[in-house]
């Protein structure tokens, strides 16, 4: 796969899932309803709503069948089911070759744990939020990069469409929430997704507050997942420099330090009335 491939190019299937993005918009709009009144419609963001509109995120069948419903279709969309369940089934990672090991692992994980110090974490951002970091990645990236990026970062956001979804939970510092990155609707915006996440039964925030006069961890960001019938593994990643880290001891260090952040960061519910709070202040 060449850099500048997206994997639907690799698999033959750009045509298809683009087709049905612009027959998806055109029903939407027949129907004369927002992305986001339909995402509200059928239980999605208006981020993933436009992602599929654009073809760079897979139109699950589960989503076809409902929209085809809402839609008024006629069977139109639900006709694209089958096509869509065999392109799944030949779609390649969409990530670097040196990525692929952890986003392969992170695809069958039945747990994730991530402490994050920067920005928030991959998973749990919008369209426009990923949009902003690469916008600002240095070196600068083309246009064409930055929306290739975009949309494999959303589509690592599928594996919260999976039963059963994996056990995830995040340790969030206070100055991940505060930093206004894409400006002020990008950020409400944010905020909004990350409570919507705290809703979810399989997912748990918590904030570290930055009053807090000691940490246990002062060595950058990380990642904690456990692949199915395998040991957990540990992730990081500083200047660019990622490393896959399977040492038992290793991990088990950083496990102790992900343990001790989790009991002085604030419970998962005075986590969501802070978020909302904030959100309540911009």
Not at 6 to 19: C, K, R, S, V, Y
Not at 48 to 54: G, P, V
Request: aromatic share 6%.
């Amino acid at each position: 796969m060449t850099d500048a491939e997206t994997p639907a190019q690799a698999d033959g299937t750009t045509e298809l899932f683009t087709a049905i993005g612009r027959q998806l918009k055109i029903l939407r709009e027949r129907a004369g309803l927002t992305q986001k009144e339909l995402g509200t419609a059928l239980g999605y963001g208006p981020d993933l709503i436009s992602a599929m509109e654009r073809g760079v995120r897979i139109t699950r069948p589960e989503f076809l069948e409902r929209a085809d419903e809402v839609l008024e279709a006629g069977g139109l969309l639900r006709a694209a089911a089958d096509p869509v369940t065999k392109a799944m089934r030949k779609a390649r990672t969409r990530h670097p070759e040196w990525y692929r090991s952890y986003a392969a692992l992170e695809g069958e994980a039945v747990e994730l744990h991530f402490y994050a110090n920067q920005g928030v974490p991959g998973l749990l951002q919008t369209e426009e939020y990923a949009r902003a970091v690469f916008s600002h990645w240095r070196p600068l990236l083309s246009e064409e990069d930055v929306e290739k990026r975009v949309a494999d970062r959303l589509a690592r956001q599928q594996i919260f469409e999976r039963w059963p979804a994996p056990m995830c939970s995040y340790v969030l510092e206070e100055v991940v929430l505060q930093r206004p990155l894409g400006g002020e609707a990008v950020h409400r915006d944010q905020l909004r997704q990350l409570l919507d996440a705290t809703r979810l039964r399989s997912v748990e925030i918590q904030v570290l507050r930055t009053s807090r006069k000691e940490h246990p961890n002062m060595d950058g960001a990380f990642n904690l997942l456990t692949p199915k019938g395998r040991p957990q593994v540990a992730y990081t990643e500083v200047q660019g420099y990622p490393r896959l880290i399977s040492d038992l001891e290793e991990v088990r260090l950083i496990a102790d330090r992900y343990g001790i952040m989790r009991a002085v960061a604030l419970p998962p519910d005075e986590s969501q009335s802070l978020i909302e709070k904030m959100l309540g202040a911009i």
